[in-house]
Structures are given as structure tokens and as C-alpha cells.
């Protein structure tokens, strides 16, 4: 076939540069639509990998927080401290406030459930022994070692309990 012959098919045929046209604009939208939701696809799938990389840091850092509060309550704090003047136990309430303000900073407004759950226990554990250490001359012996105990015994459970988060990639 000659392109002489293309050339005077398509002058014989006046309005086939307007179907061309019309098949083109077409074409276009649908390939802008496509891309469009290609890129919208996409943007979801960064987002949710970005959000799950997020979920895991936070809870990576709810770990850490925990496992210091339960090493620092394993270690150092003595259910029947013997030092009259409380020194011992302001340095270490110290210890547990900074611990709870670097929980409070980082998970005041987490939105995940089950973090929430944990940070909940982990920061009544924190109130509860950093209440005990402050007024613990003013607590009775049996109640100030028994609730010491209890903590001692949750520290554990919820180290673990947090480390279930971060295995668990929530």
C-alpha cells in the first residue's frame, strides 16, 4: 500500500479528523483518571506503611520506658528501706518522675488502644511508687512493703506486656 493511497482515503473522508480528535480526548481522560488513581493508591500505601512504622517506633519507646521503671523497681527501690531521713527515697522518686515525664511527652496524645492500656497501668504504677517513696514516712511499714511488693510483682507482666506490642507490630 502506497501512502498515496492513505492520503486520499483520508481526504475522502472529511470528518475523520474530528472522530480522531474525539478518540484522543478520550483516551486522555481515561489515562489522567488512571494515573490519577494509580498515584491515590500509592499515597495510601506510603501512608499506611509510614503509620505502621510509627505504631512500631511508639511502641519500641513504650517498651524502653516500661523496662526502666521495672529495672529501677527490681534494683534499686528496697520494700523495707531502713534510711530514716527519705534521702534514698526522694533520689529515687526522682528517678520514677523523670520516667513518667518522658511518658507523659511521648504518649500524651497516642491513639492506639492497646498502647493505651499499657501506658494507663504503667503510669498508675509510676504515680502509685513515687506516691509511696515521697510519703513513705508517713505510710505504715506493712502497707508501704505490700504495696511495693505488688508493684514489683506487676513490673514484670507489664515489661512483657509491652514487648508483646512491639513483637506484635501494633
Not at 488512571?34 to 512500631?56: C, F, G, M, P
Not at 504515680?127 to 515521697?134: Q, R
Request: charged share 25%.
Amino acid at each position: 500500500m502506497s501512502w498515496e493511497v492513505v492520503f486520499c482515503w483520508i481526504e475522502s473522508h472529511p470528518g475523520l479528523a474530528s472522530w480522531v480528535q474525539a478518540f484522543g480526548s478520550i483516551a486522555a481522560i481515561i489515562a489522567a483518571m488512571w494515573i490519577a488513581s494509580r498515584q491515590a493508591r500509592n499515597q495510601v500505601k506510603r501512608e499506611k506503611k509510614d503509620a505502621a512504622q510509627t505504631s512500631l517506633a511508639q511502641a519500641g519507646r513504650l517498651y524502653l520506658i516500661a523496662k526502666e521503671y521495672c529495672d529501677t523497681l527490681l534494683n534499686v527501690v528496697e520494700p523495707a528501706q531502713e534510711d530514716d531521713s527519705g534521702l534514698a527515697d526522694q533520689i529515687v522518686s526522682v528517678a520514677f518522675s523523670r520516667i513518667i515525664n518522658r511518658l507523659n511527652a511521648n504518649f500524651d496524645d497516642d491513639l492506639n488502644p492497646a498502647r493505651n492500656v499499657q501506658i494507663h497501668i504503667l503510669r498508675a504504677s509510676l504515680t502509685s511508687i513515687i506516691f509511696i517513696l515521697e510519703n513513705g514516712r508517713h505510710i505504715d511499714p506493712f502497707e508501704r512493703i505490700s504495696e511495693i511488693v505488688k508493684l514489683r510483682k506487676l513490673a514484670p507482666a507489664l515489661v512483657e506486656s509491652c514487648k508483646a506490642l512491639v513483637e506484635s507490630k501494633h
